[in-house]
T-cell receptor, first 114, second 113 residues
């Protein structure tokens, strides 16, 4: 079955540590996205990539970094510079030919930093 | 720049009653409009979308939405809800020529027996 996988589902880290969240898709989609979800704030775009080896900052990129070395993979690193990293992180992908907003989402990773 | 406002953060409703979730948007250009549903601790699933054509859009699970350009609204409705419709619903907008989604804050629907 095609889809998006995010691992792990729950992640715990100590303050000051960098942590990398995994996102893999086998939908053959060119575009991939990372969102952060906080209660009552909807989803906010962190980074997105429309093609391999290229990515752009979203609305809240500070304290985060990404790479896009393979079409299937778009890992997100939450660095120690992110002031409030505890949140639910969602990865999504879309196909440019059909894009017009139809993004497919993974199950999410809940990150807790103490 | 575009923005989306979901006017209700929570909507309690009894099983088999109708429900309407309100969504207003602002944009200086043409837009595409979407409703997504999120069940607890899961990702988002597309319910329906408006790209062009008929302003009444039908989606999965018996939901429908109506695009009103003059009022810049895209309200979601279901005539009779089930317990399984308990979830959070997100309205989203993208520019017709763009490639990013802007989401509203979400509306949490709690269906009571």
């Amino acid at each position: 079955d095609g889809g998006i996988t995010q691992s792990p589902k729950y992640l715990f880290r100590k303050e000051g540590q960098n942590v990398t969240l995994s996102c893999e898709q086998n939908l053959n989609h060119d575009a991939m996205y990372w969102y952060r979800q906080d209660p009552g704030q909807g989803l906010r775009l962190i980074y997105y990539s429309q093609i391999v080896n290229d990515f752009q900052k979203g609305d809240i990129a500070e304290g985060y970094s990404v790479s896009r070395e393979k079409k299937e993979s778009f890992p997100l690193t939450v660095t120690s510079a992110q002031k409030n990293p505890t949140a639910f992180y969602l990865c999504a992908s879309s196909s440019p030919g059909r894009f017009r907003g139809e993004q497919y989402f993974g199950p999410g990773t809940r990150l807790t930093v103490t | 720049a575009q923005s989306v406002t979901q006017l209700d953060s929570q909507v309690p409703v009894f099983e088999e009653a109708p429900v309407e979730l309100r969504c207003n948007y602002s944009s200086s250009v043409s837009v595409y409009l979407f409703w997504y549903v999120q069940y607890p601790n899961q990702g988002l699933q597309l319910l329906l979308k408006y790209l062009s054509g008929s302003t009444l859009v039908k989606g999965i699970n018996g939901f429908e939405a109506e695009f009103n350009k003059s009022q810049t609204s895209f309200h979601l409705r279901k005539p009779s809800v089930h317990i399984s419709d308990t979830a959070e619903y997100f309205c989203a907008v993208s520019q017709a020529a763009g490639n990013k989604l802007t989401f509203g804050g979400g509306t949490r629907v709690l269906v009571k027996p």
